[in-house]
């Protein structure tokens, strides 16, 4: 290691997240990233363009089904803030629906004198009079909850009975109109070493906080606990969970007399019921029953004889090496399952029935592009859905369709930046240890057989798939322009099932890093690019894949954006939510551990020797899941090793960087328009 050493580090005071002295530090170098990137004529144009993609009322209005009603929560010019909004579906089919406003978020934080960004809303079902609107200042995870009146368009004060939490990484469900759980700060000892919730409580209208009954706890080492209730009609369950790390947990049913009923599958698998059905999904084998059923399988059987201790499992989803399960959901009948067929969505309906289970193909899904199920209910639904399709050069289509019904257009984006020409191809590059890695690329036809200006993106991390969908900003900021833009679905993502994630965890995240590089050099040998030509960007976990970028394989690349990021892994799992991630990077404090986190942590790994290329830094103050410091941290070192460095600070926005749309044009501008200065043409 070159970089900063163990008990040596000179910037720790940047930390210090609203400190005077960081926040000067910050401004400072904002002023500088604005005089330099945002300040022309190009600059101002793609930022109003694109802010007025995200403003305009063309844009689909994405809604969320509870029954009758589609819920929306709707941002455009004249509500920067946004509006939280109802309709029905015969209205939602219409060119212009009437939308019932619900809650306007500008004028409430204008009457409370808070910056509030929307947090989301709980809406108790079946009535839906009643709501817990979350709401955060700047665009935290913490948040503050209040119960909401939908009949009345106004919130229930604590004074007169209502539900509230203030400020705090929460988690709330109702039980009933009068009974929620909860989990929350209740004082010393009540959140895990993640800040989270240790504790999940019932609580009763009425009486307060401090009263509500406890239900489960866990262990200040665990990541979160938290408890539910399913209302399913007639098949009503009571259940707690208790996440001992990000991808482990152990879930119970709570009976009425206050025991619990472990649902005894793998901690690593993720389960779920609904009516008779148990499904768990697996991520490692699992010999049981006589049977050993693969690692990404998704298997069902009926939950009362696997609770009475019966173990022979249906085989619902077998992957291969092609082929793997992206997602699945109820209907009031049948189960839908997304798959991916290397990186390609296939839709999938299966049927329970007396003599087992059948499966037919759900829908057409064209290449090149995501489709999504969305919008089931199965409890007020039907066998009604929702389909959305995208690609990288084709606006959204939203679709209503119903299990062996007619599939309808519901709304069509328009096109927000000129594709005439543009193609998406997928190629393969071979790592390190000989594995093909997909990636996308997005080009003009007349790019082909010359070398220009690219930018590639990642992520490889927590079992986060990436998939084609359109964006309007880059097809703006950067298609336009000649550039080529690159997707690459590198291990520790989700495309492969979860093999393509746990073979990368921890010792074995250096393969991450050898697949982004081996695709890096894949692009030059095809002659797509340049390494002078080629650009990196990665938010949060991709943020530190962008800092192994630039400390391991500079030459690679002639720019680099680092948003979010984290990337002193020494201090990581001490700041904010870091400890949460422990299971998928290691635990510095093991020597065994720090041995292999050390060798790639970037902070801890610059060579004042060797050439970088340019970089820009992003983060945001109000950032509570990843520590802003690990951003300022790496700019101030970079900068005085005398780096051609870059750094932005918003002052709000949370982990999404950005809290309103136009934070998030001016964002999407900056870092277009940083490429377009630094990646020769």
């Known amino acids: 290691m070159t970089g900063v050493g163990e008990n040596e580090d000179q910037y720790l005071w940047l930390e210090e997240v609203t400190s005077d002295r960081a926040l000067d530090?910050?401004?400072?170098?904002?002023?500088?990233?604005?005089?330099?990137?945002?300040?022309?004529?190009?600059?101002?144009?793609?930022?109003?363009?694109?802010?007025?993609m995200l403003d305009t009322d063309t844009r689909i209005a994405y809604p969320g089904r509870r029954g009758r009603w589609l819920y929306n929560f709707w941002r455009d010019g004249d509500h920067a803030k946004g509006l939280w909004r109802r309709t029905t579906f015969a209205e939602y089919a219409k060119d212009e629906p009437e939308w019932e406003v619900l809650i306007d978020l500008d004028a409430l934080a204008a009457a409370d004198g808070e910056n509030w960004v929307w947090g989301g809303a709980a809406v108790l079902r079946p009535e839906q009079s009643r709501a817990l609107i979350s709401l955060s200042r700047g665009g935290a995870d913490a948040k503050v909850v209040r119960e909401f009146d939908i009949d009345t368009k106004a919130f229930i004060t604590p004074e007169d009975g209502g539900f509230f939490l203030p400020e705090a990484k929460s988690e709330i469900r109702w039980i009933d109109i009068d009974s929620v759980y909860?989990?929350?700060?209740?004082?010393?000892?009540?959140?895990?070493?993640s800040g989270y919730p240790r504790i999940a409580k019932r609580w009763r209208r009425g009486t307060p906080l401090t009263e509500a009954e406890t239900v489960f706890e866990g262990e200040v080492s665990d990541v979160a606990v938290s408890a539910g209730y399913d209302r399913t009609p007639g098949y009503e369950r009571?259940?707690?969970?208790?996440?001992?790390?990000?991808?482990?947990?152990?879930?119970?049913?709570?009976?009425?007399?206050?025991?619990?009923?472990?649902i005894d599958v793998p901690t690593d698998a993720s389960e779920s019921w609904y009516k008779d059905w148990l499904l768990v999904r697996l991520k490692q084998p699992w010999e049981i029953g006589g049977a050993t059923y693969p690692a990404g399988a998704l298997i069902g059987m009926n939950f009362e004889r696997f609770l009475a201790g019966a173990r022979d499992f249906d085989t619902l989803f077998t992957p291969d090496a092609h082929t793997a399960l992206h997602g699945y959901g109820w209907t009031e009948n049948h189960l839908l399952l997304i798959t991916l067929e290397d990186v390609q969505t296939r839709l999938h309906v299966l049927t329970p029935g007396p003599d087992g289970w059948t499966r037919e193909?759900?829908?057409?899904?064209?290449?090149?592009?995501?489709?999504?199920?969305?919008?089931?209910?199965?409890?007020?639904?039907?066998d009604e859905f929702m389909l959305s399709t995208s690609g990288f050069t084709s606006p959204t289509t939203l679709m209503s369709a119903s299990v062996g019904g007619a599939t309808e257009v519901l709304k069509k984006e328009p096109e927000f930046f000129d594709a005439a020409g543009?193609?998406?191809?997928?190629?393969?590059?071979?790592?390190?240890?000989?594995?093909?890695?997909?990636?996308?690329?997005?080009?003009?036809?007349?790019?082909?057989?010359?070398?220009?200006?690219t930018v590639m993106s990642g992520y490889g991390g927590f079992e986060v798939s990436r998939t084609p969908a359109y964006s309007g900003a880059s097809g703006m900021g950067w298609l336009e322009r000649g550039g080529t833009w690159v997707m690459t679905n590198i291990r520790g993502g989700g495309e492969y099932g979860p093999e393509w994630h746990t073979s990368v965890q921890k010792a074995n995240r250096h393969k991450v890093y050898e697949d982004f590089s081996a695709i890096a050099k894949d692009l030059v040998a095809r002659g797509i690019t340049t390494h002078a030509q080629l650009g990196a960007v990665g938010g949060s976990n991709g943020g530190l894949l962008m800092g192994v970028m630039l400390t391991r394989y500079p030459e690679l690349f002639g720019a680099i954006v680092c948003q979010v990021p984290l990337l002193d892994m020494k201090r990581y799992h001490l700041l904010l939510a870091g400890a949460s991630w422990i299971a998928e990077y290691?635990?510095?404090?093991?020597?065994?551990?720090?041995e292999y986190i050390s060798k790639y942590s970037p902070y801890q790994n610059t060579d004042p020797d060797r050439a970088y290329p340019p970089i820009l830094l992003t983060t945001s103050t109000r950032d509570d899941r990843v520590h802003p410091g690990h951003a300022r941290k790496m700019a101030a070192l970079l900068e005085s090793q005398g780096r051609d460095i870059w750094y932005y600070e918003n002052i709000e926005g949370g982990h999404g960087g950005a809290a309103d749309n136009k934070q998030s044009a001016f964002q999407a501008a900056l870092i277009y328009e940083f490429f377009a200065n630094t990646l020769i043409e």
């Open 25 to 52: 530090w910050a401004r400072a170098h904002n002023e500088v990233v604005i005089d330099r990137f945002a300040s022309s004529d190009r600059f101002t144009d793609l930022e109003s363009r694109i802010l007025a």
């Open 182 to 193: 909860v989990g929350t700060d209740f004082g010393p000892g009540s959140l895990t070493d």
């Open 238 to 262: 009571h259940f707690a969970g208790r996440a001992t790390d990000f991808f482990n947990e152990e879930v119970f049913l709570l009976e009425s007399d206050g025991t619990r009923r472990h």
């Open 361 to 382: 193909v759900l829908a057409d899904a064209p290449p090149m592009a995501t489709t999504s199920v969305m919008n089931l209910d199965p409890l007020e639904g039907g």
């Open 422 to 453: 543009v193609e998406t191809e997928q190629f393969f590059a071979t790592s390190e240890d000989g594995t093909q890695i997909p990636y996308f690329v997005i080009r003009h036809r007349d790019r082909k057989g010359r070398p220009g200006p």
């Open 586 to 594: 290691g635990d510095p404090d093991k020597p065994e551990e720090w």
